[in-house]
């Protein structure tokens, strides 16, 4: 093992246009009425938006410097064999899938990838099925190519989610579905799914001749002795799975806007070639090679590291939120936790806890359906934040319900 990271270090993001910090107004609020926070903005406790209060790793920091000490940041491509190769390695040691490397492309994030193959993959009429509680951008590229979103409800067995495959395959045989969008590891709940679960579902699928895309964004943070399987390394056979991945969410390098596509169809990637600029920045580049060839001793830390954070906070909720349903997710740095014995159905939970607590969340009407009552915390910060966030967090809920 290389250094000792510190992610108990407090980092004060003020003045670098952090959206956790600085941008949360219009996204987390809109057109709300009734913001009334009475803390000011440097005590406000972050715990929203998917990026961490943790520094990423000193190799790609060192990695970034050596780049920009070069002094030229030129017209850049991807298609350099180190990179790739660095890649190829990560996901072939992580996860024993071997990748065809001819089949990777670049994007400048997930994000940006549905929008565009919603578009490739919905033949006339089609519609988008999900599952929800749902990342809400799924529902947004959907309504922005103007595709019918087909929701199925996730099953919740106090805190455990499972998949609806009868109303799935139901959903599939009644609403011309053409693609199916995968969270896995899942966001909000965090499920890993099982190689069961997902075969069952993707057999559905490519019985019906449905594209799946696998959004696998946060297959790097799991909980310790936790298995994460890639999608399209049981079926490496099909040419229907797309998969996404991408540095930002494991080394907190989401400003990077860089992400790995695999698209086996042949079809699909000349098009999505076609329509794209083989270009990146070169600083992005940078990162993430440095990110999959050396990052794995920090990506170690950071997880055992989360893995206490999460016993903690539910150690936490147990004394001072006995009524709160919540598990340890397998995956991701999230908390989904159901707070619906303390609030009404219609309680906006994301103004709630800012004017009342100071801490910025996302409350469950910010995921798609399914979700009334929760909230998601992002625990990827000190444990001082945690612990301070969730005695606000309790101390709210405990004061409204005296």
């Known amino acids: 093992m290389g250094m000792k990271y510190d992610f108990d270090k407090i980092i004060d993001r003020t003045g ?21 926070i009475k803390y000011p903005p440097e005590d406000m406790i972050r715990m929203w938006v998917a990026d961490m209060e943790f520094e990423t790793s000193v190799a790609i920091v060192n990695s970034l410097r050596q780049r920009i000490d070069h002094g030229i940041f030129g017209y850049t491509q991807r298609k350099g064999a180190a990179y ?13 899938w071997s990748l065809n490397t001819d089949h990777l ?26 599952t929800t509680p749902s990342y809400a951008f799924f529902k947004h ?43 896995h590891p ?27 895309i696998a959004d696998e964004i946060h297959c790097d943070i799991v909980r310790n002795g936790v298995r994460f399987r890639p999608l399209a390394s049981l079926y490496p056979d099909s040419d229907k799975i797309i998969t996404c991945m991408a540095p930002s969410k494991t080394f907190n390098l989401a400003g990077f806007m860089f ?14 070639n076609s329509d794209h600029l083989p270009i990146e920045n070169p600083l992005s580049l940078t990162a993430a090679h440095a990110a999959y060839a050396a990052g794995h001793d920090w990506l170690h830390q950071m997880n055992l590291y989360l893995d206490k954070n999460f016993v903690f906070a539910s150690d936490y909720l147990k004394v001072h939120l006995p009524q709160a349903i919540h598990s340890i997710p397998a995956a991701t740095y999230l908390m989904w936790i159901d707070l619906s014995a303390y609030f009404q159905k219609e309680e906006n939970l994301t103004l709630f806890f800012a004017n009342k ?7 469950g009407d910010m995921f798609v359906d399914n979700a009334d009552g929760f909230i998601r915390l992002n625990l990827a910060c000190p444990r001082s934040k945690v612990e301070e966030g969730l005695k606000r967090i309790c101390a709210a809920i405990n004061a409204k319900s005296s």
Not at 114 to 125: A, G, M, R, S, W
Not at 151 to 167: A, F, P, Q, V
Not at 357 to 363: D, P, S
Request: aromatic share 10%.
């Open 16 to 36: 670098t246009h952090a959206m956790s910090l600085e941008g949360y107004e219009d996204y987390l609020f809109g057109e709300t009425e009734g913001l009334d």
């Open 84 to 96: 790739i190769s660095a890649f190829a390695q990560w996901t072939k040691e992580r996860y024993d």
């Open 105 to 130: 492309v670049s994007a400048k994030g997930v994000i940006p990838v549905l929008y565009k193959l919603i578009n490739y993959t919905c033949k006339p009429h089609g519609s988008v099925l999900i």
């Open 141 to 183: 590229a959907a309504d922005y190519n103007k595709v019918p979103l087909i929701k199925s409800d996730l099953i919740n067995n106090r805190g455990h989610y499972t998949m609806d495959y009868e109303d799935i395959a139901y959903k599939i045989a009644h609403h011309n579905v053409s693609l199916f969008i995968l969270c």
């Open 186 to 212: 899942h966001n909000p709940t965090g499920r890993v799914w099982m190689e069961d679960e997902l075969k069952k579902l993707t057999d559905l699928c490519l019985e019906n001749d449905v594209f799946i």
């Open 259 to 272: 992400a790995n596509v695999v698209i086996p169809n042949n079809t699909l990637r000349e098009r999505w």
């Open 357 to 363: 607590a100071g801490v910025l969340l996302e409350g």
